[in-house]
């Protein structure tokens, strides 16, 4: 029997609504948590993030068992996931705290990031640079419950938020998915 190898990966990718059920259905995500990374107050709120003075990003933090999937996998969903030209926020969402960023756990991850950001630059499916950062991890600290698996809890609202927001057009456009 294999053992789990249990570690984490953590991306902002603008709504942390949006950005869970494409990792929650990749066999071996053992869990998705919504919250916020990379800021400088202990313990923020929704409200705190949104403000835009703490420093923090929404992100998901994602548990896997390294057995089953690996770090390029979820590479490439986190990139499919988002539009890394944009500077300004996630498709309508806007600010720095809808910005998109990788947060690497160790010297592998961000070997394997800064890689993956490299080969979609070279691929050409985007005229403008890549500007999603690629940041040592300092921190995650969950969102409020009623944010984690918005997905599942609020259909109805998530499914026309995405649909809304540009972000499943902008998938389809540039993926084909």
Known sequence: MTQHIEKQATFAGGCFWC?????ANIDGVLSVVSGFSGGHVQNPTYEQVCAGNTGHVEAVQITYDANQVDYKTLLNTFWQQIDPTDAGGS???????YTSAIFYHDEQQQS??????????????F??????????????????EYHQNYHKKNPDHYNAYRIGSGRDAFILKVWNK
Do not use: C, W
């Open 127 to 144: 005229d403008a640079p890549i500007v999603t950062a690629i940041k040592a991890y300092a921190n995650f600290f969950p969102a409020e």
């Open 91 to 97: 498709f309508y969402d806007r600010g720095q705290h």
């Open 112 to 125: 394997l990031a800064e890689q993956s950001k490299q080969d979609l630059e070279a691929s050409g499916k």
């Open 19 to 23: 950005m869970v059920s494409p990792f």
